[in-house]
């Protein structure tokens, strides 16, 4: 059987390219697809630049669950699902989906009963299959925002367009109960761009490689830099300590334990004394190093946070944190190279460019 789910991408660009393809070559031929907008969709969202995510999947269900699936293309309930009328009047009820069926007792066309009334092994084996397909979408796009150092929120789809199945991959049903999500949207990429390097980004996901927490974290904190500064530097600075432990973890697996279970000593000392002595992947002009201006805007980070959380008087603004988070932001991307992402240099800030260069 044949399995998609489509979500909505805000403020996406895509330009010079109608779509680009992730074949992950998984077990269940995991497919991701970002498009531009058809004619239809274009007409439904004719004032905002966005694009479409498009995930599928084929699996072959256990013959119960197979044979529910073809009750549905008969507009038949599948035996075992729960009578309609009596869901109407339950209390546990939590759908507000009522019309699906006429007034012959058959399902309308081209309306999905909710999934709460299928039975259960029906819902359990749909649910599976929405998760795997939402997890290969977030993955994917995350994955791509890192490598190409774009913004965006933590979840990246802004809303389901929906979810469908196909018993032969022609004919295609709407699939009961699709879950829709309702998130802010993200800023990423054009096409030409993303079709370069789609293989990387693919080996990243088969690999089940996604962005690091640190720079999600650090997405979080640069969202409330302007209405919560001081939100902000809590999670920036967060992000910054975190970033550097995974770092740790995967340069030296032997010490992952230590690192997630013992008090760690400050940020700083651990960058400064630590990390040069890791068997890092790359090195910047021969050596592990950290710039002292990094090491400089990162210590007043961490004294502002420490200042804040133990109540003394700091002069926190969106200003001065804004200057921290830059600094976390070239931290990640410097922990990145060094365990083993060479792309991520291109990231560094214009200062901390110069920064190395100088020393060469």
């Not at 109540?311 to 830059?326: F, M, P, R, W």
């Amino acid at each position: 059987m044949y399995f998609n789910k489509q979500f909505w991408i805000e403020n996406i660009l895509v330009e010079g390219e109608k779509e680009v393809i992730f074949d992950y070559n998984s077990s269940h031929h995991i497919v991701c697809t970002i498009r531009q907008k058809n004619e239809v969709e274009q007409k439904i969202r004719s004032n905002d630049r966005s694009a479409v995510c498009i995930v599928t999947s084929q699996i072959d269900p256990k013959d119960q669950v197979r044979s529910m699936f073809e009750s549905l293309t008969e507009r038949k309930l599948p035996k075992g699902s729960e009578d309609p009328d009596t869901w109407l009047v339950s209390p546990k009820r939590k759908s507000s989906q009522v019309e699906f069926m006429d007034n012959n007792g058959r399902l309308k066309e081209n309306i999905p009963p909710p999934l709460e009334i299928m039975p259960q092994a029906f819902q359990s084996f749909v649910e599976q299959v929405n998760s795997e397909l939402q997890r290969y979408a977030i993955q994917t796009i995350c994955v791509i925002r890192w490598r190409l150092n774009l913004g965006g929120p933590h979840n990246p789809l802004k809303e389901s367009k929906g979810g469908a199945w196909s018993l032969d991959g022609n004919i295609w049903y709407s699939t009961p109960g699709t879950i829709y999500i309702n998130n802010i949207g993200m800023h990423i990429l054009a096409s030409p761009l993303l079709s370069k390097i789609k293989n990387e980004i693919s080996e990243l996901v088969r690999s089940r490689q996604s962005e690091p927490l640190g720079h999600e974290l650090f997405r979080e904190a640069w969202e409330q830099v302007s209405r919560n500064p001081r939100s902000a530097l809590a999670i920036g600075i967060a992000a910054a300590e975190i970033g550097t432990k995974q770092s740790i973890a995967l340069l030296l697996p032997q010490a992952q334990w230590l690192v997630e279970n013992l008090p760690s000593p400050p940020l700083i000392q651990i960058l400064t004394d630590y990390f040069p002595t890791l068997p890092t992947k790359h090195t910047l002009n021969g050596k592990i190093t950290i710039s002292k201006p990094l090491l400089e805007k990162l210590k007043k980070g961490v004294q502002m946070r420490n200042n804040m959380i133990h109540g003394k008087s700091t002069s926190i603004n969106s200003c001065n944190v804004e200057e921290i988070l830059i600094a976390v932001r070239d931290l990640l991307h410097l922990l990145d190279y060094y365990c083993g992402h060479s792309w991520s240099l291109e990231y560094l800030s214009e200062e901390e460019i110069n920064n190395y260069k100088s020393k060469t």
